[in-house]
């Protein structure tokens, strides 16, 4: 498998854009979850969602982001209208179901760079 | 879920085996420690994980005292690649449930 694929790498914008970041997680896996890291705030765990349903989106910051799964390969994370302050790099992650017994690690895509200028 | 210590930043030579080491002192009964390692411009991965005595792979150990309130994670002889952050998290075994949550991990710095 060739793991968690993220698009695009970079990405460049104007204050005021919709922004949207796509994940393809491995195949087979539950969950996916979405993450948002900063030099300032860490990693932060935005959504994440199990068998394609939200499960917790507490982390979502405001409104302007929105999340969706519409089906077991494909999840897009949206920011409208985008702001500096969204400028991080998003990271998506995938697992097994918590059931499955070989369910110790999450594996992430390789990031977004996102720049809101 | 517990929370865990950890030092911001290291420094190491490279050829020497580098220790690090995460206080969780409200760590559950059914709590494992697991650390991820990023590298720049990566997303974070797995190194390994315990609950407790010690664990080895083929990328590190992992030294856990026997009333769990820390533990340690050993890097034999560290080359420059072994340059990143490190991650230690404290929660349930398995992923999903219980979603991963990240410190500010330890900046381990390799020095030729």
């Known amino acids: 498998d060739a793991g968690v694929i993220q698009s695009p790498r970079h990405e460049v914008t104007e204050m005021g854009q919709e922004v949207t970041l796509r994940c393809k997680p491995i195949s087979g896996h539950d969950y996916l979850f979405w993450y948002r890291q900063t030099m300032m705030r860490g990693l932060e765990l935005l959504i994440y969602?199990?068998?394609?349903?939200?499960?917790?989106d507490s982390g979502m910051p405001e409104d302007r982001f929105s999340a969706k799964m519409p089906n077991a390969s494909f999840s897009t994370l949206k920011i409208q209208p985008s702001e500096p302050r969204d400028s991080a790099v998003y990271f998506c992650?995938?697992?097994?179901?918590?059931?499955?017994?070989?369910?110790?690690?999450?594996?992430f895509g390789q990031g977004t760079r996102l720049t809101v200028v | 879920l517990a929370k865990t210590t950890q030092p911001i930043s290291m420094d190491s030579y490279e050829g020497q085996e580098v220790n690090i080491t995460c206080s969780h002192n409200?760590?559950?009964?059914?709590?494992?420690i697991t650390w991820y390692q990023q590298f720049p411009s990566q997303g974070p991965r797995f190194i390994i994980q315990?609950?407790?005595t010690k664990v080895t792979n083929e990328v590190a150990s992992l030294f856990i005292p026997a009333d769990r309130k820390s533990s340690t994670l050993s890097l034999p002889r560290v080359s420059l690649s072994d340059t990143a952050v490190y991650y230690c998290?404290?929660?349930?075994?398995?992923?999903?449930?219980?979603?991963?949550?990240f410190g500010k991990g330890t900046r381990l710095s390799v020095i030729a």
């Open positions: 969602f199990n068998n394609n349903v939200p499960i917790d």
């Open positions: 992650a995938s697992s097994l179901s918590w059931q499955q017994p070989m369910n110790t690690e999450a594996f």
């Open positions: 315990g609950y407790k």
């Open positions: 409200n760590i559950a009964t059914n709590d494992y």
């Open positions: 998290l404290v929660g349930a075994r398995e992923v999903g449930n219980t979603p991963l949550v």
